[in-house]
């Protein structure tokens, strides 16, 4: 099964000090690897117009339903979520992170979810800027996020993805 976050409305490359957030320059968000918080796929700079994540999974059956589970899923069973994390890039393209957003899967709809499992692709759609004008961080269910189930025919399409993000496939 695969997982495609779309996301538009990037903070921007630079964003400045408000209230306890310090301000921070050359800003970068990516997917974070289960376990691995420095292993990070399709980095894409703040101000990009959009950004398109794909994600590998399984999708096993339970008594509650499917389950997801892939390098990218973290957390437990009836808990899981895929971090996007915002950092700041230094001139010899280190990654430092300072925050992060929780798309938290158990905001999918059980009818979504059996339809993506059915599909093969279950669909992310968000903004990346909080009310603040910000990277969006902490736990994000709707409406700061829509969950859909795709068709079988748009999964893995042809060329690049919005945003040149990669996919793990």
Known sequence: MLIRIEATDLPGRDCPAEGDFPGRTDVHVAVQRRGR?????GLQP?????????????ATRTSSGPDL???????????????LSWGS???AGGFA??????????????????????SGLLVARLGLTDAKGLPLCAAVRPPLISWSA???????SAGAPAGGATRDV
């Open 97 to 118: 992170m300072f925050r992060r957003a929780k798309l938290m899967l158990d905001a999918v709809g059980p009818a979504v979810l059996e339809g993506a499992a059915g």
């Open 46 to 58: 703040g101000d990009a117009a959009s950004a398109v994540w794909e994600l590998q999974c399984s």
């Open 89 to 91: 890039v230094d001139a």
């Open 37 to 41: 918080p420095g292993e990070l796929m």
């Open 69 to 83: 589970r892939g390098p990218y899923l973290q957390g437990g069973p009836g808990a899981r979520f895929v971090y």
């Open 150 to 156: 795709g068709s079988a025919g748009s999964a893995g």
